[in-house]
Nanobody, 123 residues
Framework: QVQLVESGGGLVQAGGSLRLSCAAS????????MSWYRQAPGKQRELVGA???????NYADSVKGRFTISRDNAKNTVTLQMNSLKPEDTAAYYC?????????????????WGQGTLVTVSS
């Protein structure tokens, strides 16, 4: 069973910072990409940013220059550093992983989601 466990959400004032972490565990052979999504009340889930196995990143236009994704391949973790937070960043944040399982035979292009962590930015 592969799991993602997120941590680091909370309440912060506008202009403040938060760091979210996501740790993967289970029968993982390799991780292709790890991503962060968010879903605000009444809105669809949207991609915040992603990081591939070679460290390439991409971000939603709304967070470019404010959010940074990093990963530790040895620990199977990904971090989302969020700076200059705005009230419109308020949402549940979800970690997503695209991976190959450590099974025989291995299964590629599998996806798993974390349980989500709530970020609230007050004005």
């Amino acid at each position: 069973q592969v799991q993602l466990v997120e941590s680091g959400g909370g309440l912060v004032q506008a202009g403040g910072s938060l760091r979210l972490s996501c740790a993967a565990s289970g029968r993982i052979f390799s991780i292709n990409a790890m991503s962060w999504y968010r879903q605000a009340p009444g809105k669809q889930r949207e991609l915040v940013g992603a990081i591939t196995s070679d460290g390439s990143t991409n971000y939603a236009d709304s967070v470019k220059g404010r959010f940074t994704i990093s990963r530790d391949n040895a620990k199977n973790t990904v971090t989302l550093q969020m700076n200059s937070l705005k009230p419109e960043d308020t949402a549940a944040y979800y970690c997503n992983m695209d991976y190959t399982s450590a099974t025989v035979p291995p299964k590629r292009y599998l996806q798993v989601w974390g349980q989500g962590t709530l970020v609230t930015v007050s004005s």
